[in-house]
């Protein structure tokens, strides 16, 4: 049975919103710390950051967001990594961009962006291309 049929639209939006805000939190925590106590610059601190949620995210995608831990677990990590790295690239991207050009701090900017880029890119590459 395909995700499409398996876990309704609404449901496996707001069940990836829930996992998104775990992971999220996990890769905020992890910005934080490398960040601030390693002191790591806070670009690569966010590409750290990213790793550590994206390891939440791939995990309760696939058991419970998705339910597809039938699938095969190796093609979804493939286009996991792959829509991970997009979103990664997205992400230090616009953390960059407001912070530097918009004056904000680094983590009202990773707030800014990990909202946009979850909603806008990260729930429909994992619906439709990662669990598919």
């Not at 990836?16 to 490398?34: E, G, K, N, P, Y």
């Not at 990664?88 to 912070?99: A, K, Q, R, S």
């Amino acid at each position: 049975m395909n995700t499409l049929s398996k876990v309704p639209f609404l449901s496996s939006f707001l069940r990836s919103q829930a996992a998104s805000f775990l992971a999220t939190l996990t890769d905020f925590l992890v910005l934080i710390f490398a960040t601030e106590i390693l002191g790591i610059w806070y670009v690569a601190s966010t590409a750290i950051g990213a790793t550590a949620g994206a390891i939440v995210s791939f995990y309760l995608g696939r058991n419970w967001a998705f339910e597809r831990k039938e699938g095969h677990v190796g093609g979804q990590a493939f286009r996991y990594v792959l829509t991970s790295g997009a979103s990664l690239l997205l992400n230090m991207l616009g953390v960059y961009l407001i912070t530097e050009l918009g004056g904000a701090h680094y983590v009202m900017s990773k707030l800014i962006i990990s909202v946009l880029v979850g909603v806008f890119f990260n729930f429909f590459m994992f619906r439709y291309f990662v669990f598919r």
